[in-house]
Nanobody, 128 residues
Framework: QLQLVESGGGSAQPGGSLTLSCAASGGALKYYAIAWFRQAPGKEREGVSGISALGGSVHYTDSVKGRFTISRDNAKNTVYLQMNSLRPEDTADYYC?????????????????????WGQGTQVTVSS
């Protein structure tokens, strides 16, 4: 059973940056597509970004395009989400999720029902 642990959350000022990490154990991450989801208080969970198993395909939701960058280091069994130009509306709990043999397409929104392994989440707060 793949286990995921997120880290790197915290507080930032608007315009600031944070880098989230999703470290995997119990399996080789190179076989899994990884996605980052977020959930703000009172809102539904939203797919933020995803990356295919070998990194050839990435997806970003419109609100983070040009500001967030997803990457992966399969040798370290870790996926990253670099978040720049943070906005107050980025405030949420961020979760990474994994699914083996998942065909991720850059043009299609992420569906949390497609991912079977989840981390516990890390909180991101953006405020002045």
């Amino acid at each position: 059973q793949l286990q995921l642990v997120e880290s790197g959350g915290g507080s930032a000022q608007p315009g600031g940056s944070l880098t989230l990490s999703c470290a995997a154990s119990g399996g080789a991450l190179k076989y899994y597509a990884i996605a980052w989801f977020r959930q703000a208080p009172g809102k539904e969970r939203e797919g933020v970004s995803g990356i295919s198993a070998l990194g050839g395909s990435v997806h970003y939701t419109d609100s983070v395009k040009g500001r967030f960058t997803i990457s992966r280091d399969n040798a370290k069994n870790t996926v990253y989400l670099q978040m720049n130009s943070l906005r107050p509306e980025d405030t949420a709990d961020y979760y990474c999720a994994a699914e083996p043999n998942y065909m991720l397409h850059s043009g299609y929104p992420l569906d949390d029902g497609d991912f079977s392994s989840w981390g516990q989440g890390t909180q991101v707060t953006v405020s002045s």
